[in-house]
């Protein structure tokens, strides 16, 4: 997909073959998928509810993808080589470790409850990468990323939805930009384990660093958990509206997307 240092003749990137740089066909099958389910939606070709589905489910797949290609491009170029070797820089979802945790419990989490949940995770070698900020980096890529997805997706569809269009499309990419709205706030929470519990982790002391370290493995539980809670959920729901409507996403339209992708409910 992108050389990130100058290749030699052999067809190696510092000793890292080129076809770990190219994007997986799974990948590539998702995009497309994404393209003809927006195609279909707008143009209201057969089921629109089932349409509306595939293209929100495959583009939240997408972003989930490029989520995890975030943290490993920049751990990449921090200084972990190897995490070419592991696969994470062809935006193959199958490599962000286990399909189940990684894709088909996000993607239930999307069509139950309409929130953004972490998918998966990039396997990075801490002791490659030197200093404190290049770790924080890191971390920070993957909720980043879907931050800029956010401002896109709202940015179209405030300028897009002026122009006319079918209801049912605009109302997919407002749940899309939901999504991404609810993943940057959930990636940023400091989380044992989480994207933002990792951006804290290297500024620790040895001592709390410890404690992190120990319950880190449990950080999607305590997400879980968290959210389960009556009041702290209600929390970050308070937040999640309020920065959407901060930045103008109508909150019926999401509404509406997330209704139509329940298609088996038609």
Same mark, same amino acid.
């Given at each position: 997909?992108? +050389?990130?240092?100058?290749?030699?003749?052999?067809?190696?990137?510092? %000793?890292?073959?080129?076809?770990?740089?190219?994007? !997986?066909?799974?990948? @590539?099958?998702?995009?497309?998928?994404?393209?003809?389910?927006?195609?279909?939606?707008?143009?209201?070709?057969?089921?629109?509810?089932?349409?509306?589905?595939?293209?929100?489910?495959?583009? =939240?797949?997408? !972003?989930?993808?490029?989520?995890?290609?975030?943290? +490993?491009?920049?751990?990449?170029?921090? %200084?972990?080589?190897?995490?070419?070797?592991?696969?994470?820089?062809?935006?193959?979802? @199958?490599?962000?470790?286990?399909?189940?945790?990684?894709?088909?419990?996000?993607?239930?989490?999307?069509?139950?409850?309409?929130?953004?949940?972490?998918?998966?995770?990039?396997?990075?070698?801490?002791?490659?990468?030197?200093?404190?900020?290049?770790?924080?980096?890191?971390?920070?890529?993957?909720?980043?990323?879907?931050?800029?997805?956010?401002?896109?997706?709202?940015?179209?569809?405030?300028? %897009?939805?002026?122009?006319?269009?079918?209801?049912?499309? =605009?109302?997919?990419?407002?749940?899309?930009?939901?999504?991404?709205?609810?993943?940057?706030?959930?990636?940023?929470?400091?989380?044992? %384990?989480?994207?933002?519990?990792?951006?804290?982790?290297?500024?620790?002391?040895?001592?709390?660093?410890?404690?992190?370290?120990?319950?880190?493995?449990?950080?999607?539980?305590?997400?879980?958990?968290?959210? =389960?809670?009556?009041?702290?959920?209600?929390?970050?729901?308070?937040?999640?509206?309020?920065?959407?409507?901060?930045?103008? @996403?109508? !909150?019926?339209?999401?509404?509406?997307?997330?209704?139509?992708?329940?298609?088996?409910?038609?």
């Amino acid at each position: 997909m992108m +050389a990130y240092d100058r290749p030699g003749g052999d067809g190696l990137v510092l %000793g890292v073959p080129k076809a770990a740089f190219r994007p !997986s066909p799974v990948f @590539l099958g998702l995009v497309a998928l994404f393209a003809v389910s927006g195609v279909l939606t707008w143009n209201g070709y057969g089921n629109v509810r089932f349409d509306v589905f595939l293209f929100v489910v495959s583009g =939240w797949l997408v !972003s989930l993808c490029l989520h995890e290609y975030a943290h +490993a491009v920049v751990a990449y170029r921090a %200084g972990d080589r190897d995490i070419a070797h592991r696969g994470y820089l062809t935006l193959n979802p @199958l490599k962000y470790t286990h399909p189940l945790l990684s894709i088909v419990l996000p993607v239930v989490v999307v069509l139950l409850g309409g929130i953004g949940l972490p998918g998966g995770a990039v396997w990075v070698d801490r002791h490659a990468i030197p200093g404190r900020l290049r770790h924080t980096l890191v971390s920070l890529a993957g909720p980043a990323t879907n931050v800029l997805f956010t401002l896109v997706l709202v940015a179209a569809l405030r300028i %897009g939805i002026e122009s006319g269009g079918p209801v049912e499309f =605009w109302a997919g990419v407002a749940l899309l930009a939901f999504l991404q709205l609810t993943a940057s706030v959930l990636n940023l929470l400091p989380v044992p %384990g989480l994207d933002g519990g990792n951006m804290i982790q290297p500024w620790l002391n040895p001592q709390w660093r410890k404690m992190y370290d120990l319950f880190a493995p449990y950080g999607f539980l305590l997400l879980f958990a968290l959210l =389960w809670n009556p009041r702290i959920g209600g929390w970050f729901f308070d937040v999640v509206f309020a920065v959407g409507d901060l930045l103008g @996403l109508p !909150s019926w339209l999401y509404a509406t997307g997330l209704d139509l992708i329940r298609f088996w409910q038609s």
